[in-house]
């Protein structure tokens, strides 16, 4: 699979989040093209501020290959990752981070800041901008329906 099939699966896990009340993002972990990891946004659902789609991701991710260490695995995440999740994907030493739509007030992976140029640990190969119109319409409609 290449990159926009992995993310098409991110999309669908962000609407399932945003049907469920949360800010529609997903995010799907892949190792040796397999899924490992999903997440979504829980933070309405389980009244968790760090129940963030990347940091749920990761926890699946770990508990599937019994390890914290992701240093095989490529992180795909509809929405470009706030400082938390940035910060969760540098310490589990995932290298390759590929994301849906940019995030201008809080994205950490070139948007407002890059914490992999920061002086934090090497920086992730980042690729912005994958399904970019489709997610930034999923999040779109969910802010409009909001209103």
């Known amino acids: ?3 926009e099939a992995f993310m098409s699966e991110a999309l669908a896990l962000a609407k399932t989040a945003g049907a469920r009340g949360d800010v529609p993002v997903g995010c799907v972990i892949v190792r040796d093209g397999a899924v490992v990891g999903r997440g979504r946004n829980r933070r309405e659902e389980v009244h968790d501020a760090t ?4 940091v749920e991701a990761i926890r699946q991710a770990s508990q599937t290959l019994g390890r914290w260490r992701l240093e095989d695995c490529t ?6 990752p706030c400082p938390m999740c940035a910060g969760a994907i540098w310490n589990a030493r995932i290298p390759r981070v590929v994301f849906g ?4 007030k809080a994205g950490c992976c070139g948007s407002k800041l890059h914490l992999g140029l920061e002086g934090f640990r090497p920086p992730a190969n980042i690729t912005g901008g ?3 119109e489709e997610c930034a319409r999923v999040l779109g409609a969910f802010f ?4």
């Open 144 to 147: 409009q329906s909001m209103r």
């Open 51 to 54: 129940a963030h789609a990347e």
């Open 101 to 104: 739509a940019r995030d201008e």
């Open 130 to 132: 994958v399904l970019e």
């Open 1 to 3: 699979m290449n990159d």
């Open 75 to 80: 992180l795909y995440v509809t929405l470009e």
